[in-house]
């Protein structure tokens, strides 16, 4: 981008015009930027499943991001971890209830790790996978993806990773719902053991870790321990994968406030009235973490939204608060949309960019949003039965705190986006159920001019709004599933789900 304002001295321009573009790649919508994970590895295994009718055979690969090399009393880091699942439709519907269109699901698995002659097992527990539809034929796949604890290693040595039992928590998914609180699905199946299907496991990574500087052990935070020598230091740590240790709250945010707007919504067929009503008992309180990507057409860029590798917001939810429906025998045919209501608040974007290929320009970028609607339903019944979901909410940016090569520059208390601009995503079945299942979105907005930039009599306006205002910025969001902590067929605590187009490709 080259952006040309006439202000006072050449060096002053281009400093502007850098903080024009930090702007636009930390503000779209929220969270700060980070690179996508790289040096990713995949493994295939095969397990043995105990199914009703005997022992089943079960293909899962799962895809970790552990680094090459590590350093003793330095946590090793997996990133997020996928563990996708192809399950064969025959053994699928002896675990399921009969009619069973949409499964969504957890997967636990126990990590054994090995270092010269320490052990210690870390489980990574409910690995969340979105609503998936159930296939007429052939086998499905239930891709899970969530963070996992980190490892720290006493000692020099290589390190081994290696696969272990397998649990599989499987849940019906149901389109609709007629009262709050019904539209969390029906009650899971059993847990699903599966051993792997080579004795001793597979390994999935192996990492070599080398002698840090001659500091002393550092002090050991609580987590779970391996087996090995008598003192903490010795031991291989695996830190709880909990963001709050010792938080017991599965939705420590407050319920959302305000009132649903389902006017963005796809409307009926023409034809009698659709009956609107609130659901009585105001809808079912529950929370999720969504994450994704925004493009900036104008840098022709993307950035991360709600970095699942720092500390993610969580999104309040109030689902099924109103329900429009009408008859399938009315004029028009069938209609229904349940509107859940929610509260995106979320951190403020703190980024740091090098502009021009040398200037370092950081800025924080606040983020105003008004209440969100999620609205999700169907058209028609039988053979023309269609599925919808989507979600909108009013948003403003503004901008604080930059400085340029670290000297602030004052853009004022107000500089922010001269109006509220809509947001509007889509979602498709049946990777988008509903607001309980989850799952991806998209959509795109269009950010207004910008207003009250500047100090001193200097106007700013004009050069943010042509560094950042118009049409086509492309957003995708990856909602996780929702936590309902008062219905105990629900996943709690919220898992933090991939960066859309970051989930594991079939192998």
Known sequence: M??????????????????ATVVLLAGLLSGSGSAAEE????????????????????????TTAFPSSGTVGTPLESGLVT????????DLEALLPAGTEVVASTATLAVGIRQNDRSAEARWLDL?????????????????????????LPAAGDATFTAGRLTLGLRPVTDTAPEAGAESGSAAAPPLGCEPAEHGGTPLATVAVTAGPPDPWPSRTEGEEGVGGAGAGDRIAVEPRTAEAGS?????????????????APKPPEGGPVMEVDIPGGGTFGCAYAVGMATVYKLNGAMVINDPAKKPGLISVLANVHRGQRAANAPGGYYLRLDSLGNLKLPDADSTFLTFGFQPVSAKVEFENGPLTISTGNIGT?????????ASFKQSLRLRDVKVNGTPLDVGPNCR????????LNGDFPKYVNVFGGGPMNGKVEI??????????????NLFTAAISGPGNVVAMNQGMTCVPSDTSTFCPPTVPALPGKETPAG
């Open 39 to 62: 040096g990713s590895s995949a493994v295939t295994l095969a397990y043995d499943c105990a199914l009703p009718g005997g022992t089943g055979r079960v293909t899962v690969r799962v």
């Open 128 to 152: 969340p996978a979105p609503g998936s539809a159930v296939p007429a034929e052939g086998e499905m796949g239930l891709v899970h993806t969530g963070p996992v604890p980190s490892v720290t």
């Open 83 to 90: 563990v996708d699942v192809r399950l064969a439709r025959a």
């Open 248 to 264: 017991e709250e599965p939705c420590p945010v407050e319920p959302p406030t305000g009132t649903a707007d389902w006017s963005d």
């Open 448 to 461: 207004p001019p910008f207003s009250g930039c500047g100090t001193g009599g200097e106007d700013l306006d």
């Open 382 to 390: 039988g053979s023309t039965k269609t599925y919808f979901a989507t």
């Open 417 to 424: 986006t001269a109006a509220p601009f809509k947001v509007v």
């Open 2 to 19: 080259n952006v040309k304002t006439s202000v006072t001295g050449g060096r002053r321009s281009v400093r502007l015009a850098s903080v």
